[in-house]
């Protein structure tokens, strides 16, 4: 079991694993490792991790998971599956949730944009959102 860290809404959690055999050894499993995410009890959702970069490393999987509208504050914990030969293999994640940030994530591009009666603000998030701001002029 591992801790992955404090985060709030619209951060990526970044999983990234290498799924090794009963020896410790780095082997690649015979379909792409699951990943089921917990909150509580509850299953929030089950995601199939690809492989990053498959000629370069050996059996290393990572998969960014943005933390969206359905991530509100609270621990959450995620296992990871994986089938190497016949034999069953599983690992445990954990991260945590702060009561901060945003669903929609970060600002990454802002772009101004004025008319004679009223200033807009274009508002581009990681979430891959855009969003509009009025900001009116005084007269």
Not at 1 to 29: E, K, Y
Not at 78 to 95: C, P, Q, R, V
Not at 109 to 131: C, D, K, N, Q, W
């Amino acid at each position: 079991m591992s801790w992955l860290g404090r985060f709030q809404q619209g951060d990526i959690v970044p999983i990234a694993f290498t799924t090794v055999d009963n020896v410790g050894t780095a082997a690649l499993p015979a379909d792409s490792p699951s990943a089921i995410i917990y909150k509580g009890a509850s299953v929030l959702t089950n995601k199939l991790i690809p492989n990053k970069d498959r000629y370069e490393i050996t059996a290393f999987f990572f998969y960014p998971l943005f933390l969206d509208a359905r991530f509100g504050a609270d621990q959450y914990r995620i296992i990871l599956n994986w089938i190497i030969g016949s034999t069953a293999y599983s690992d445990t994640k954990t991260f945590q949730v702060l009561a901060s940030g945003h669903r929609d994530g970060q600002a990454i591009a802002l772009a101004g944009v004025t008319f004679p009666a009223v200033s807009y603000a274009l508002i581009h998030t990681t979430a891959g959102r855009i969003i509009k701001r009025r900001n009116p002029r005084a007269l």
